[in-house]
């Protein structure tokens, strides 16, 4: 069949399979460009199928040269519907790195679940043996714990708060609020995004006996400007967030006799299926792009995951922030960046939309998630789902 995008939201309801193949090779060649790393060689990534997950996989592959195995939960294509964009992700990346003599297996089911965790013990102990890497990178909107669903949700935990936002679709500026989360939304979204499946995980690895001593393990945050604080970082996933770095620091404790490495790495603003739920922030993205193209400082989520594992982990001394986590936000949050951005921010309209913000570039990284608008690709051949 011939693949079109279909727009409904802030998702993209198809996906291109050759699309997708060619976003990861890309990503791969990228990583096959750069000097190798000497870092993990046994890696577990939870949530492996997109964006910064699916980054540290490749780096990980491709530039330590690691095993992998990866978990995320993902929709094959069907009759006419075609499969998720990370259900081709997984399959090329595998493609590719079984290419290089690598290892690398996908579990699809639900991270959340004690089924997956058993599973994906058995297969670390059949193919792995024992990982010395645990990236924690999943962005789900829901958890069901014994039958019971929790759901997440994106508000403030104060007052209202109101600020412009963008209908990506139609190009239009507007004002947006976003109501308080009550007491039981805030503690549901901790359950879905905070820390405490992480910490499951690594108990239940080290338990099996498939965590090896001097291990690392790794779930990413975001910390942002001050005008998207109320509704991210002192909102309801901004709770989830905190809870996520107070289990990086329990697990280093827990897991001391093992010499675990727990840290929390807190990356760009950057087009995900996740940021683009969020209100405010696509609009706050679209001005970051076009300033840090500018300055010649912009990075996608392999640059990211490439120079946390080249420059700032795989190091002799990691650098880290006085949090100890690793602040691959250093670029946008370096205060000629956001200023530039504040200022656009003041004076931004309908009017000079296109002058003040990278709405082309935004979207072509949206479509280019779901393998769309990628170079070298037929767009109008029939395609197998």
């Known amino acids: 069949m011939i693949i079109?995008?279909?727009?409904?939201?802030?998702?993209?309801?198809?996906?291109?399979p050759i699309g997708c193949r060619k976003n990861v090779e890309n990503q791969i060649n990228y990583v096959k460009s750069q000097?190798?790393?000497?870092?993990?060689?046994?890696?577990?990534?939870?949530g492996c199928s997109t964006g910064y997950g699916l980054a540290s996989r490749i780096t990980a592959a491709f530039s330590c040269g690691a095993d992998t195995i990866g978990v995320s939960f993902e929709k094959e294509g069907s009759g006419k519907r075609t499969?998720?964009?990370?259900?081709?992700?997984?399959?090329?990346?595998?493609e590719f790195a079984t290419a290089e003599g690598l290892i690398a297996k996908t579990i699809n089911g639900d991270a959340f679940s004690k089924e997956v965790k058993d599973q994906t013990i058995e297969l670390i102990k059949e193919t792995l043996g024992k990982v010395d890497m645990v990236v924690y990178s999943?962005?789900?909107?829901?958890?069901?714990?014994?039958?019971?669903?929790?759901?997440?949700?994106?508000?403030?935990?104060?007052?209202?708060?109101?600020?412009?936002?963008?209908?990506?679709m139609a190009r239009k500026v507007s004002e947006i609020t976003i109501d308080p989360a009550t007491d039981e939304e805030i503690e549901n979204t901790i359950k879905v995004m905070g820390g405490e499946d992480w910490n499951d995980w690594i108990v239940a690895l080290s338990e099996a006996g498939v965590l090896a001593d001097n291990a690392v393990t790794m779930a990413y945050s975001y910390i942002g400007p001050v005008l998207t604080h109320p509704m991210y970082l002192n909102g309801s996933i901004g709770m989830a967030k905190k809870h996520l770095y107070d289990t990086s620091v329990k697990l280093n404790k827990d897991f001391a006799d093992k010499n675990l490495h727990s840290y929390i790495?807190?990356?760009?603003?950057?087009?995900?299926?996740?940021?683009?739920?969020?209100?405010?922030?696509?609009?706050?993205?679209?001005?970051?792009?076009?300033?840090?193209?500018?300055m010649n400082l912009h990075e996608g989520c392999i640059e990211q995951m490439y120079r946390l594992f080249n420059q700032k982990l795989y190091v002799e001394n990691p650098v880290v922030d006085d949090k100890g986590q690793f602040r691959l936000d250093d670029w946008e949050m370096r205060e000629d960046v956001q200023s530039k951005v504040s200022e656009i921010w003041n004076v931004i309209s309908d009017e000079n939309l296109n002058?003040?913000?990278?709405?082309?570039?935004?979207?072509?990284?949206?479509?280019?998630?779901?393998?769309?608008?990628l170079d070298g690709v037929d767009y109008q051949a029939?395609?197998?789902?």
Not at 4 to 16: E, L, M, V, Y
Not at 86 to 94: I, P, S, T, V
Not at 277 to 289: D, G, K
């Open 4 to 16: 079109q995008p279909k727009i409904r939201g802030f998702i993209c309801t198809t996906s291109h």
């Open 35 to 46: 000097p190798k790393t000497n870092g993990a060689k046994k890696v577990l990534v939870i």
């Open 83 to 94: 499969g998720s964009a990370g259900y081709y992700n997984n399959k090329a990346f595998e």
């Open 138 to 168: 999943l962005a789900a909107p829901r958890r069901t714990v014994l039958d019971k669903t929790y759901s997440s949700v994106l508000k403030t935990t104060g007052d209202s708060y109101t600020n412009k936002t963008i209908d990506l």
């Open 265 to 294: 790495a807190v990356n760009k603003a950057l087009v995900t299926q996740s940021s683009a739920a969020i209100p405010i922030v696509p609009l706050y993205i679209s001005i970051l792009y076009k300033v840090m193209k500018e």
């Open 355 to 373: 002058d003040c913000a990278d709405i082309d570039g935004y979207w072509k990284d949206f479509y280019q998630m779901f393998g769309f608008e």
């Open 382 to 385: 029939d395609v197998e789902i």
